[in-house]
């Protein structure tokens, strides 16, 4: 049994809005308040999604991206678990578990990636890792 608490109907909300062609969101962020993870902040825009992972903190992440070229696009998902480089080793080991609490919820996603570095986050990092991860590209370009 886990000392975190998830408002899951609330990450379950976010997740589902990232997910729907209906809604404008395209990531949602989960961060700590003390033993509670709860849903910090979502929207539109991947540098406002790329601002939210500090050096001081875990957090995470789920991000929708546009991949394919002219004659198929598709929209894939990544989540994203951020370890900051400045967090104790006890939280870096917490992450690990409330990690599985957090996948309960968010269930499908193209990628998983775990990362520690601002780089590795970079739009055309995900992009390219989520573009890959999708199989054929049938046109010249994109």
């Not at 004659?71 to 894939?76: F, V, W, Y």
């Amino acid at each position: 049994m886990s000392s975190v608490f998830i408002d899951e109907g609330a990450v379950r909300d976010g997740y589902e809005n990232v997910r729907n062609d209906e809604t404008p969101e395209n990531w949602v962020v989960l961060k700590y308040d003390g033993k509670q993870i709860f849903v910090y902040e979502s929207g539109i825009n991947y540098e406002d999604f790329y601002a939210q992972f500090g050096d001081e903190e875990a957090v995470y992440g789920y991000v929708r991206v546009e991949t394919g070229d002219e004659m198929s696009r598709r929209a894939k998902f990544a989540m994203i678990t951020w370890v900051g480089s400045n967090i104790s080793p006890l939280k870096k080991a917490r992450v690990s578990t409330d990690k599985a609490i957090v996948k309960q919820v968010w269930i499908q996603f193209g990628k998983e990636i775990i990362a520690d570095e601002k780089s590795e986050l970079a739009y055309d990092k995900i992009a390219d890792i989520l573009e890959r991860a999708s199989g054929a590209a049938y046109g010249t370009g994109k």
